[in-house]
Structures are given as structure tokens and as C-alpha cells.
């Protein structure tokens, strides 16, 4: 194995983890509107992800970091031919980072809902969109000689969105996402946001699975791995096995993300124009010497990232109750007659007796 | 507007605004660690109660730097993929490495400090903040080491089968002579801004005038401080808070101050550096237009309807000093580094928009001398225990009046002295991306289209402008809010039970 596979290798191992990480922190984002009935159960949903999801995030430039770095020419014709979508996407992933971090800091009740409602939806978006843009590595740009997408106005990079695989990605990507999130939400808290997280988990992993069984049938039946796992991740979660539940969704999201990367190889990006302007690994990768100092680099630095961050994870292992439970039913906030923003009704349908008794 | 100017306007505005953030999150966070430590040491509640005050400032500060900072990372390929593929050797390991090294610990370490107050043993939690503050110095170096490369290319080399810079030598890149200048000016700049808002904090709660009190001693009077935040479980007790406000206040001025002095002699240094590696941007910075010996330093310059020169205010020989360290050396002109350039390069126009570099260059160091004066005073007058007196009488109650009306100017000096600095050595490089060898306008992605370029820039500004307000929102809050001690749980993080299962 020449250095520049390794290197793709190890791009991919980046954009994994990312995926995974930040999966379940969107799900979380997109699900705490939703399943917590009061600010209470809100603030615990997203207190789940509140010390891990910075590091999480972190991936991301890990993972553009090492792509510009071992080929930048993937780097170059990605960024530049799907700009408008990533401007969208980072521009959701900042109002995101921000609204996550900043609604614990002001004590107020309308602050708290606009975080939360911004959170929902910037995770949305996030979600979708990446999902969308790793459809689209799959099956190709329309990559001139250069390796930049030719047009006209803002259609040039707008118009691969409106397109099936474009479209299918970002569903899969919300579905994946909520599978995770709330296959998250049940294993890390408690009481009603676990039960109600639980059924989530089990309805979305139903039509993910749907889904990706339908894909499958269509394109590649390399999918059907993705489509088992999520099976088993809906399983688990009605059998209550929260821990098998959200390792079985973080594998689909591995397997999805995987199967993504490696289909067309050694063809790293498609050209949908002419097969001979499609980026390869050789023709995309840097030279050795960039390659060897990322190389080292990784090799020296990554296993302590990895460390540190399971460190973080053993700290922070403890489900996360809301405050009222502890408190023995104190109760400051009434609870607010608007429903926040973003909440499907099936989903609400779903989770509407919170009654039932539930483990731990 | 052309796909080139707009790429180039959206680079400028998504990098000033990034590093808004950037010198107060580098900062604010060796500031938090270092108040830690005292109050680790002492146990002094002062110093607690700060760290935590320093602490929320500086979650808020990052969290909008992190999500800046990842636009940047995007930048390269978004608008620049012909500069990209061509620097790719360069700019990509420097990224990645500084992704890897660095920005994981910032962000892991930061939420384990913030969230691990009551779970992790003193001594580990104080370690976390620590690491937080070396992975911003790690980061602000890797990044300034890229950016020299620019300045000036070292460690390339052309490849002849692709057309595309070569890495030769990681190290080279990374001791480049321009990031070892660069680095200390950066850092010192960066405590400044830090300082800047911790003394604008601490004079404002402290010595801040309120309607209806008369002389210094009502200004910490109990009902007056009373009115301004909500009360928290563990907040502190309003004759305890004076002290805490005054001590960061003191610590915010003498950072400011000890940071001002340090930018000074290390932007000497570096100016030293740039007159040898690129002697046009310092003739930019001077408008010095023919090769002068003994060259005079112009602090101010007009040029008047009907005149062919320009009055212009001088310091004899100055120029030549500071360039050189000799004051009788000769510095080369624009011209003359023109026509050098030209028989280098081939035909072109190598000077850079010489009003922008004359006038970036004095509003950095006015608006840096300007912070650092303002230290000084607060330094002066609230020494050996002594108070600020806005409302007394006579000029030095003047002067305390004066500062706490334009207090909340005091943190935007050194962000306006950093922001006219970086658009000054960015501006003042032009023709050039990469000086000497790549061309701005060569490195802009190929098929951008200008309505693409207009409408990524809309939507910055609106989110990076809802951001700022929310941002300047926060830290209004944060100040207003009563203290609270290190030790008790946030407010927003009820206690829990303490037989919780662990979810794995």
C-alpha cells in the first residue's frame, strides 16, 4: 500500500468520525425541541452533548485539514464545485456552534427557546446538507479539465442539489442523524426523555431502514448492511438495550459513510462530464514529502486525540437528569404554551404519553 | 465587481471578523488559567470569582471563534482552489497538523474544564485550562507559520511533472524568519485585547458614576449594585464583589499594558524582518517613494489641493532606525523596488494601494498606543489602593470621568489596532498571494461566479452580524450579572444525584 491509499485511508477514517460524532450531536439538536416537554428536559437533552459535542465538531477540521492536506485536488474541486450548499452548511453549522454554547449562559426563558429552536434547525440543515454533499462525491460532479465545475450564475453550484441523489442524501442524513440521536438520548438520560427517546429511536430506525432497503434495490446493494444495522438499532432500542441500540446506528453511519468513500476507487470523485477529467488518488494526492509530514504527524498525534477525548467521555459518563427530578418536583418554570419550532407532528404523536413507567 | 475582487472582499471580511475573536479567546484563556492558578494557590475568593467571570467570557469568545475559524478552513477551497491545488503541499499539512495538534485540545479541554468543575480533582481541573491556553499558543504559531509562508516562501520547490509547489522541508516552514517575528508581536496584541476587556469590565463595575450618587465611595454602595444583575443561589455578597471588579480591573489594565510595551518591541523587530524580506511593503507603510538615506518617519501626511507634495509631519531620520536599527541607512524607494521587479518579474505593477498601507499602518500603532495610555492611567490612578474618581473635582477626576463615559470603546482599541495591522501586511503584499511567486489574481477558483460570491457574502454578513450581536448581548449579561464563586455548580447545571448510573 503506497502512502497516498494510506493517506486516503486515514481521510476517511477523519470523515468517520466526524460523521459519528457529530451524527448523534445533530440528532440531539434536532430531537431536544422535540422530546423535552419543558425547558428542564430540554436543557438535560442538550446537556448530554454539551461537553463532547466542541471536540466532536473538531473532526470536521481534522477531516478538511487532512483531505486538503493528502489531496488537495479533491479538496479544491469539492470546495469549489458544491460551494453555495457548504456556504449554507457552514453558516447552519456556526448559528449551531453558537446556539448550543450560549443558552445556558443567559438565565432567561425566551432566550433558552430561541437557542433551542435555532439548534433545531440549524442541526436540520447541517444534517441534510452534509448528507447531500457525501451523495454527491458518490456519484460525481460535473468536473471539467482542472477539476472545476463550469455554469452560469448561482445555478453552477446549486444545481446538483436538485437531483435524486442530492435529495436522498440529505434525507438519509436527517434519518441517520435522529436514529443516532436518539438512540443517544436514550442510553444518557433519564425519565421521560429517555422513554420518549427510546420510541424515536425505534420508529426512525423503521423507516431509515425502509429506506435504505429501497436505495439498495436501486443502486447498490452494498447498502443492505447499513439497512440490517439500522434494523438492529430499532430492535435493540424496544428491547430497552440502549448501549446496542446507539453502537448498532453509529455502525450504519460508519458503513453509509464508508461505502460512500470507497465505491468508485481509485477514482476519488467522479466526473459526471467525461470519466477521463474524474479525480483519481494519485493525480489528487500532494507530494511524499507533504504526505510523510502528515504521516508523522498523525501517527503521533492522533492516538492522543483519541485518548484524551475517551477520556472526556469517562468524565462525562453519567446519564444527565433535568434539575426538577433531583429536586424532588420543584418546579420554577411554568411551562410555555408555544411548541417549539421544528417538532413533526408524528414524532409528537409518538412520544404523547409520558406516563408509562420506565428502568432507571 | 469582479469573481476576483468579491473573493478578495469576502476573504478580508470573514478573516477580521475570525480574528475579532481569535486574540481575546488566546487571550482570555491564559488570563483564566493564571487567575486559577493564584486562587488554587491562595484560595482567595477574589481569584475565583474571577476565573469564573473570565471563564463564561471566554466560552462565549470561542465558541463564535471555533465556528469562524472552520469558514476559514473552508475558504481555501470555496474561493481559492486554483491557489489550493497549487499550495496544497503547504497550506495542507500545516492545517491538518494544526487541527490535530491543537484545535482538539483547545475544544476537549475547554468543555472538560466547563463541564467538569464538580467532577474532576482541583489540581486536574486546573491542568485542563491550562492545556486549553498552549493549544491556542500552538494553534495562533501553526497558523502564523502558513500565513508567513506567504510573506515569504521558504521551503518549496517548483514540481516540473505537475506545475505545483513541492514541500520540501516542514521545518524550514515552520522557523521561517517571519513567523518567529510575527508570532510574539501576535501574541503580545492578543493580551492587549484580552486586557483591554477585562479592565474596560472592572472599571465599569467598579468606579462606573450611577445617577444620583456623588463621590467615589457610593459607587460600590450596596443598593446601586443590587439593581444591576439578578440574584443568584451562590452569588456574592455586594461588599465582596468591589474588590473582585477592582482586581480585575488592575489585572486587565497590566495586561493591557505589559502587552503594549512587548507589541512595541516586537513590532520592531518584525518591521526589521519585512524591510529585508519584502522592502516594498515597508515603503508602502512609509509612502517613501525614492531611495532616501537617513529617511525621516512621517507621522502624518496630506496632500493639499494645488500642491505637488504632500505636507507631511516628519521625525528626522527615524525611518532608517526602525528599518535598519542605523539611522543613517539607506531605504529603498518605491520606484526604484518597481522598476527592480519589473526587470525580475517581468511587466506588471508591483505596488501595493499606497494610501491603505500608509494610513493601516499609523491607525495600528495610534489605536495600540492609544490602549496602552489608557492602561497606564488606570494603572497610575487606582495605585496603592487608590479609586478612580469620576465624580470628584479637579483634572484628574476629569480625566476618570472621561474614561468611564467611553468605556465601552476601551476593549474595540487593540481589536482596531490587530484589524488595520492585518489589513495593512495583507493589503501591502498585493500584486502578490505568495510574494514573489503566485499572483492574487491566480489563485481565485477558476468558474466562481460573482452572483455565487454575492450571495455566500449576504449570507455572511447577516449570520456573522446576528452573531455579534448576540455575542456583544452575552458578554453585556455576563458583566451585568452578579459574581459567582468557582466551586458551585453553573446556574443552568442543577445538582444531580448522586446515584446516577453511568450510561457505559
Not at chain 1, 84 to 102: D, S
Not at chain 1, 172 to 191: D, P, W
Request: aromatic share 10%.
Amino acid at each position: 500500500m503506497d502512502l497516498a491509499t494510506l493517506w486516503f485511508a486515514l481521510v476517511v477514517l477523519c470523515w468517520v468520525l466526524f460523521a459519528v460524532g457529530e451524527g448523534f450531536d445533530f440528532g440531539v439538536g434536532m430531537l431536544a425541541a422535540v422530546l423535552g416537554r419543558d425547558e428542564h428536559e430540554r436543557g438535560a437533552a442538550i446537556r448530554t452533548v454539551g461537553p463532547v459535542w466542541d471536540g466532536n465538531e473538531v473532526w470536521l477540521v481534522a477531516a478538511v485539514g487532512v483531505t486538503f492536506a493528502a489531496v488537495p485536488a479533491w479538496y479544491a474541486a469539492m470546495l469549489s464545485g458544491l460551494y453555495l450548499p457548504l456556504v449554507v452548511v457552514l453558516l447552519a453549522l456556526a448559528a449551531r456552534g453558537v446556539a448550543l454554547e450560549f443558552r445556558g449562559k443567559v438565565d432567561s426563558v425566551a432566550w433558552r427557546r430561541r437557542c433551542e429552536v435555532v439548534l433545531a434547525g440549524s442541526s436540520l440543515v447541517s444534517a441534510a446538507g452534509f448528507g447531500s454533499v457525501v451523495a454527491l462525491a458518490t456519484t460525481g460532479l460535473a468536473l471539467g479539465p482542472g477539476g472545476a465545475v463550469a455554469g452560469s450564475g448561482v445555478g453552477r453550484s446549486l444545481a446538483p442539489l436538485v437531483s435524486w441523489p442530492a435529495l436522498a442524501g440529505a434525507l438519509l442524513g436527517v434519518l441517520a442523524a435522529l436514529l443516532q440521536g436518539a438512540a443517544f438520548l436514550g442510553l444518557r438520560t433519564t425519565g421521560p426523555v429517555r422513554v420518549r427517546a427510546r420510541r424515536v429511536a425505534v420508529t426512525t430506525a423503521g423507516v431509515t431502514a425502509v429506506v435504505v432497503a429501497v436505495l439498495a434495490g436501486v443502486t447498490a446493494p452494498v447498502a443492505v448492511p447499513v439497512a440490517v444495522l439500522a434494523v438492529v438499532a430499532g430492535l435493540a432500542a424496544a428491547r430497552r438495550w440502549e448501549g446496542l441500540a446507539f453502537a448498532a446506528a453509529s455502525l450504519a453511519v460508519l458503513g453509509g459513510v464508508v461505502a460512500a468513500f470507497v465505491a468508485h476507487l481509485p477514482v476519488v470523485l467522479p466526473s459526471t462530464l467525461e470519466p477521463a477529467f474524474s479525480l483519481t488518488i494519485a493525480g489528487a494526492a500532494s507530494s511524499p514529502e507533504a504526505l510523510w509530514v502528515i504521516t508523522v504527524g498523525g501517527v503521533l498525534i492522533l492516538p492522543g486525540v483519541l485518548a484524551y477525548q475517551a477520556f472526556s467521555y469517562w468524565v462525562f459518563r453519567r446519564r444527565v437528569a433535568t434539575g426538577r427530578e433531583v429536586a424532588g418536583g420543584l418546579r420554577e418554570t411554568p411551562r410555555s404554551g408555544a411548541r417549539p419550532g421544528g417538532a413533526a407532528p408524528s414524532i409528537r404523536a409518538c412520544c404523547a404519553s409520558p406516563g408509562r413507567p420506565y428502568r432507571g | 465587481m469582479t469573481a476576483l475582487e468579491l473573493s478578495r472582499l469576502q476573504f478580508a471580511v470573514v478573516t477580521v471578523y475570525h480574528y475579532l475573536f481569535v486574540p481575546l479567546s488566546i487571550s482570555l484563556s491564559a488570563l483564566t488559567a493564571g487567575l486559577q492558578t493564584v486562587w488554587w494557590r491562595t484560595g482567595d475568593p477574589r481569584h475565583g470569582r474571577a476565573t469564573m467571570l473570565v471563564g463564561k467570557l471566554l466560552m462565549a469568545t470561542f465558541a463564535v471563534g471555533v465556528v469562524t475559524g472552520l469558514v476559514q478552513e473552508f475558504q481555501f477551497g470555496l474561493s481559492w482552489s486554483a491557489f489550493a491545488q497549487y499550495y496544497g503541499d503547504v497550506f495542507g499539512p500545516t492545517l491538518a497538523i494544526e487541527g490535530m495538534l491543537a484545535f482538539f485540545l483547545e475544544a476537549t479541554f475547554l468543555g472538560l474544564w466547563w463541564f467538569g468543575r464538580d467532577r474532576l480533582r482541583p489540581p486536574v481541573h486546573l491542568a485542563t485550562i491550562w492545556v486549553v491556553a498552549i493549544g491556542t499558543l500552538i494553534s495562533a504559531y501553526v497558523i502564523l507559520a502558513a500565513n508567513a509562508f506567504m510573506q515569504h516562501p521558504v521551503g518549496v520547490s517548483l514540481d516540473p511533472t505537475t506545475g505545483r509547489a513541492r514541500l520540501g522541508s516542514f521545518g524550514a516552514l515552520m522557523t521561517n524568519e517571519v513567523v518567529v517575528a510575527s508570532f510574539p508581536h501576535t501574541i503580545a496584541g492578543a493580551f492587549m485585547a484580552g486586557g483591554a476587556l477585562l479592565l474596560a469590565l472592572g472599571v465599569w463595575r467598579r468606579w462606573r458614576p450611577r445617577p444620583g450618587a456623588s463621590g467615589a465611595l457610593s459607587a460600590c454602595s450596596p443598593q446601586l449594585l443590587a439593581s444591576s444583575g439578578r440574584r443568584a443561589p451562590s452569588s456574592t455578597d455586594d461588599d465582596d464583589a468591589a474588590p473582585t471588579w477592582r482586581l480585575l480591573a488592575r489585572v486587565g489594565a497590566w495586561t493591557t499594558l505589559a502587552g503594549g510595551i512587548a507589541v512595541a518591541l516586537t513590532g520592531d523587530v518584525l518591521g526589521k524582518v519585512m524591510t529585508e524580506v519584502q522592502p516594498m511593503k515597508m515603503a508602502a507603510a512609509e509612502a517613501l517613494y525614492e531611495t532616501t538615506s537617513h529617511a525621516p518617519f512621517s507621522l502624518f501626511a496630506v496632500q493639499r489641493p494645488g500642491h505637488a507634495q504632500p505636507t507631511s509631519l516628519d521625525v528626522p531620520w527615524l525611518l532608517s532606525f526602525l528599518a535598519t536599527g542605523d539611522p543613517t541607512a539607506t531605504v529603498q524607494g518605491i520606484d526604484d523596488l518597481q522598476a527592480q521587479y519589473v526587470s525580475q518579474f517581468g511587466p506588471g505593477e508591483y505596488t501595493p494601494w499606497i494610501p491603505v498601507a500608509y494610513w493601516t499602518f499609523r491607525l495600528m500603532i495610534g489605536f495600540g498606543v492609544l490602549a496602552t495610555a489608557v492602561a497606564a492611567w488606570v494603572l497610575w490612578r487606582t495605585r496603592r489602593g487608590r479609586d478612580l474618581e469620576p465624580d470628584g473635582r479637579g483634572w484628574f477626576a476629569l480625566g476618570d470621568r472621561w474614561l468611564t463615559r467611553v468605556l465601552p470603546a476601551i476593549p474595540a482599541l487593540p481589536a482596531a489596532a490587530a484589524t488595520f495591522g492585518w489589513l495593512f501586511t495583507e493589503t501591502a503584499r498585493q500584486p502578490w498571494l505568495v510574494f514573489g511567486l503566485f499572483r492574487t489574481a491566480d489563485g481565485v477558483s477558476p468558474t466562481l461566479t460573482p452572483v455565487e460570491l454575492v450571495a455566500s457574502l449576504a449570507g455572511f454578513a447577516l449570520v456573522y452580524g446576528v452573531l455579534a450581536v448576540v455575542w456583544v448581548r452575552l458578554v453585556l449579561h455576563v458583566s451585568r450579572a452578579d459574581l459567582v464563586d468557582l466551586h458551585p455548580e453553573p446556574t443552568d447545571t442543577p445538582d444531580e444525584d448522586p446515584v446516577l448510573e453511568p450510561s457505559y
